[in-house]
Protein backbone atom coordinates (compact mmCIF):
# COMPACT_ATOMS: atom_id res chain seq x y z
CA UNK A 1 0.00 0.00 0.00
CA UNK A 2 1.19 3.57 -0.87
CA UNK A 3 1.40 6.10 1.73
CA UNK A 4 -2.26 7.51 0.31
CA UNK A 5 -3.73 4.15 0.96
CA UNK A 6 -3.25 3.65 4.65
CA UNK A 7 -6.32 4.37 6.90
CA UNK A 8 -5.96 5.30 10.75
CA UNK A 9 -7.76 3.00 13.24
CA UNK A 10 -10.52 5.24 14.11
CA UNK A 11 -11.39 5.67 10.44
CA UNK A 12 -11.69 1.84 9.94
CA UNK A 13 -14.23 1.97 12.85
CA UNK A 14 -16.24 5.12 11.54
CA UNK A 15 -17.09 3.11 8.49
CA UNK A 16 -18.52 0.02 10.27
CA UNK A 17 -20.82 2.30 11.90
CA UNK A 18 -24.43 1.23 10.98
CA UNK A 19 -22.84 -2.33 10.16
CA UNK A 20 -21.99 -5.74 12.33
CA UNK A 21 -19.06 -5.67 14.26
CA UNK A 22 -17.39 -8.87 16.25
CA UNK A 23 -15.92 -7.61 19.51
CA UNK A 24 -13.14 -9.58 21.88
CA UNK A 25 -13.26 -8.34 25.82
CA UNK A 26 -10.26 -8.44 28.15
CA UNK A 27 -12.84 -10.67 30.71
CA UNK A 28 -13.29 -13.11 27.83
CA UNK A 29 -16.92 -12.05 26.76
CA UNK A 30 -17.26 -12.08 22.85
CA UNK A 31 -19.97 -9.20 21.24
CA UNK A 32 -21.38 -9.47 18.06
CA UNK A 33 -23.80 -6.18 17.47
CA UNK A 34 -24.63 -3.29 15.29
CA UNK A 35 -22.24 -0.63 15.98
CA UNK A 36 -24.46 2.55 16.52
CA UNK A 37 -21.48 4.74 17.68
CA UNK A 38 -18.66 5.43 19.76
CA UNK A 39 -16.07 7.84 21.19
CA UNK A 40 -12.35 9.74 21.07
CA UNK A 41 -12.28 6.54 23.80
CA UNK A 42 -13.59 3.80 21.76
CA UNK A 43 -16.83 3.62 24.36
CA UNK A 44 -19.14 1.87 21.58
CA UNK A 45 -23.09 1.52 21.47
CA UNK A 46 -24.02 -1.55 19.78
CA UNK A 47 -27.58 -2.59 18.96
CA UNK A 48 -28.71 -5.68 18.67
CA UNK A 49 -26.03 -7.22 20.99
CA UNK A 50 -25.55 -11.51 21.35
CA UNK A 51 -22.78 -11.80 24.03
CA UNK A 52 -21.08 -15.11 24.28
CA UNK A 53 -19.63 -16.25 27.33
CA UNK A 54 -17.52 -19.44 28.48
CA UNK A 55 -18.52 -21.19 31.41
CA UNK A 56 -16.79 -24.35 32.03
CA UNK A 57 -15.83 -24.69 28.59
CA UNK A 58 -19.98 -24.02 27.87
CA UNK A 59 -20.88 -21.41 25.14
CA UNK A 60 -23.44 -19.19 26.76
CA UNK A 61 -25.50 -16.65 24.50
CA UNK A 62 -26.97 -13.24 26.11
CA UNK A 63 -28.93 -11.37 24.08
CA UNK A 64 -29.29 -7.69 24.70
CA UNK A 65 -31.02 -4.72 22.24
CA UNK A 66 -28.63 -2.49 22.96
CA UNK A 67 -25.22 -1.89 25.51
CA UNK A 68 -22.51 0.55 26.07
CA UNK A 69 -18.98 -0.42 25.87
CA UNK A 70 -15.96 0.87 28.02
CA UNK A 71 -13.51 1.25 25.33
CA UNK A 72 -10.90 0.10 27.95
CA UNK A 73 -12.24 -3.36 27.79
CA UNK A 74 -12.22 -3.79 24.15
CA UNK A 75 -9.24 -5.91 22.74
CA UNK A 76 -10.01 -7.06 19.42
CA UNK A 77 -12.93 -5.45 17.00
CA UNK A 78 -13.62 -7.67 13.65
CA UNK A 79 -15.53 -5.49 11.25
CA UNK A 80 -18.28 -7.92 10.00
CA UNK A 81 -17.40 -10.64 12.00
CA UNK A 82 -18.80 -13.27 13.11
CA UNK A 83 -18.28 -15.94 16.18
CA UNK A 84 -17.13 -19.39 16.41
Known sequence: MSGNDTISPIELIDKCV????WILMKNDKELLGTLRGFD?????VLDDVSEYQYVDGVKKEIKTDSILLNGAYITLLIP?????
Open 80 to 84: GGEPL
Open 40 to 44: DFFNM
Open 18 to 21: GHKI
